[in-house]
């Protein structure tokens, strides 16, 4: 494990559906707003009942959009968080992706987009951010992109899962001598 995460326990929701996602359009960091399923996953994914101190999110359109819905009925700080925005794309945001789903989680450490971030880059930028809002907040939730949350879950060293659009996962440190986590997620759980 390159970086650790503070040991505390944190939400992240990735942003509701965009046009590009049903497309199957790289976005990055291309501002890219909702499509109206992504608003209605939104809608669907409001937060009511929670332990959240403090939200941050990525400063992207349709992370903007998905924390406004989301957040509506909570009083707690928002705050926009630019190390968590969604990676670096370079010459591949706006164009379809030419890797499939499941090539990428094989190989996105080493995948090395032109004129884009790297993975260690990306990841050590987002790490910052996720310390950053857990050194601020005693619980807090991160609405961010799935990149985002492939950063965290290859910090915390937990087998890599896919996250749908607006899936909200809480994360709990289980054992800190061993550095063990888990995710619990709305559906199931996974370590």
Same mark, same amino acid.
């Given at each position: 494990?390159?970086?650790?995460?503070? &040991?505390?326990? =944190? !939400? %992240?929701?990735?942003?509701?559906?965009?046009?590009?996602?049903?497309?199957?359009?790289?976005?990055?960091?291309?501002?890219? +707003?909702?499509?109206?399923?992504? #608003?209605?996953?939104?809608?669907?994914?409001?937060?009511?009942?929670?332990?959240? @101190?403090?939200? =941050? !999110?990525?400063?992207?359109?349709?992370?903007?959009?998905?924390?406004?819905? #989301?957040?509506?009925?909570?009083?707690? +700080? &928002?705050?926009?968080?630019?190390?968590i925005k969604a990676r670096h794309f370079g010459d591949l945001e706006g164009k379809p992706w030419v890797i499939s789903s499941e090539e990428l989680a094989k190989t996105y450490k080493t995948f090395e987009p032109t004129n884009?971030?790297?993975?260690?880059? %990306?990841?050590?930028?987002?790490?910052?951010?996720?310390?950053?809002?857990?050194?601020?907040?005693?619980? +807090?939730? =991160?609405?961010?992109?799935?990149?985002? =949350?492939?950063?965290?879950?290859?910090?915390?060293?937990?087998? !890599?899962?896919?996250?749908?659009?607006?899936?909200?996962? &809480? %994360?709990?440190? @289980?054992?800190?001598?061993?550095?063990?986590?888990?995710?619990?997620?709305?559906?199931?759980? %996974?370590?």
């Amino acid at each position: 494990m390159q970086h650790a995460i503070i &040991k505390k326990a =944190f !939400y %992240f929701m990735r942003h509701g559906t965009t046009e590009w996602n049903i497309k199957k359009i790289c976005q990055g960091q291309a501002d890219v +707003p909702l499509h109206a399923i992504g #608003v209605e996953e939104a809608h669907n994914a409001i937060i009511t009942q929670h332990d959240i @101190t403090d939200v =941050f !999110y990525s400063p992207l359109q349709r992370t903007v959009e998905t924390t406004r819905i #989301v957040t509506q009925h909570m009083t707690c +700080p &928002k705050r926009e968080m630019i190390d968590i925005k969604a990676r670096h794309f370079g010459d591949l945001e706006g164009k379809p992706w030419v890797i499939s789903s499941e090539e990428l989680a094989k190989t996105y450490k080493t995948f090395e987009p032109t004129n884009g971030e790297l993975w260690l880059q %990306f990841s050590t930028r987002v790490l910052q951010g996720i310390n950053a809002g857990l050194a601020r907040s005693e619980c +807090p939730l =991160f609405i961010a992109h799935s990149e985002v =949350f492939r950063a965290i879950v290859d910090a915390l060293d937990i087998e !890599y899962c896919s996250i749908n659009n607006c899936d909200l996962i &809480k %994360f709990i440190p @289980t054992n800190t001598l061993n550095n063990s986590w888990k995710a619990i997620h709305h559906k199931k759980d %996974f370590e």
